[in-house]
């Protein structure tokens, strides 16, 4: 095993608010027992990508993981629903106890790349009209579980959130070797506590689908870590990354499942374009760009705005404050009847009142959705 020597900050180091004591000091090799059985650590993945064995940050006492209560509380619900195939499942969560404090330990089943990766391999970074359409419905089922059965909305979906399931268990045992015969370099902290540099999954890119087909693996739904419950009702708060956040959540009015569709909206832009439909680095710039894209926000919308924060945008009118706004329509310049099946269903999603936007269910009806066709409901050409 490679020793690191060097001072320079590696791994989780490196975030910015990084605290060790927080972080549970787990040894490759170490038998971790819970209620069910024993987990020994093989190999550290790293985060976000093909989780097995999340341990979180340390927790004071009696308090309960969001994630973990998300994750079962899915699994409870009794469903047959073809979504829940696209999210991820739990199959246990423990406590641990730490040197510095408690920590939970979610397991689940190893998966694949994630999308974000995935993504990379395609020409210019752009999925295929066929692989996105496969994907987006595999999106929207999951969001049909969650939403109408599971009552649960994600409020994070972003392409690093989707994993594509293994189609085989070869690269799970070529990890097992790899880190046998040559393990991971690691740096010795102090003599309780060792940094390992993550291993990665030697998982095939290969981009020979035709179109139509859904990529290598199903493409799967995780990170529960911001979810909440009860779809039905309104929540308040701060939600999603920037480029993916819902007008209602930057102008802080209450939200529900509807920001999830907004979110899987404008990911589907960027997964077709390798771009950000709304590419503001601030709440204001996105806001201005929203605009541009789609025409001012109604009057009644604005004004449901939290004061004190629509003022900063709008006047009392409801009209823009900022700087004038020069009109870019969403797709003036795409042609074809796939391009305007797919702009249809984006504009069903990207709107600015919530209640607007199709539902998960609604738009699995759209004909860009429906396999076998050329996005317009008309039966696709065989070659």
Known sequence: MTSITSTNAIEEETYDDYVAEEFYPAHIGEVIKSPKGEYEIIG????NTFTTLKITISHPPNTTNREADIYTHIQSVSSQHEGRGHVRNLQEAFEIEGPDGKHWCLVHRPLGVSLQEWQRGFEGGKLTVGVLRGVVRSLLLALEFL???AGVIHTDIQASNILLTLPTSTPIHTF????????????TVTPHR???RSRRLSVSLSLDQTPGEVPPGVPTLTDFGNAVRDAKRLHAGLIQPLMCRAPEVIL???WDGGADVWN???????LRF?????????EGEQLRNMIASLGPPPREFVAQGRLGVREVYFDDDGVWKGNPVKPHPIG???????EEGFLDLLKQMVRWVPEERKSARELLKHPWLAPDTDGTGKEAEKQ
């Open 44 to 47: 550290k993945l790293g985060e």
């Open 147 to 149: 939403h109408e059965e």
């Open 176 to 187: 097992v070797t790899a880190e046998t015969s040559h393990p991971s370099p690691h740096k």
């Open 194 to 196: 060792t940094i390992y």
């Open 252 to 254: 802080r009015m209450p």
């Open 264 to 270: 899987l909206g404008v990911l589907m832009w960027q």
């Open 274 to 282: 390798n771009e950000h439909l709304f590419d503001g680095v601030t």
């Open 332 to 338: 003036e310049a795409m042609e074809g009847e796939d």
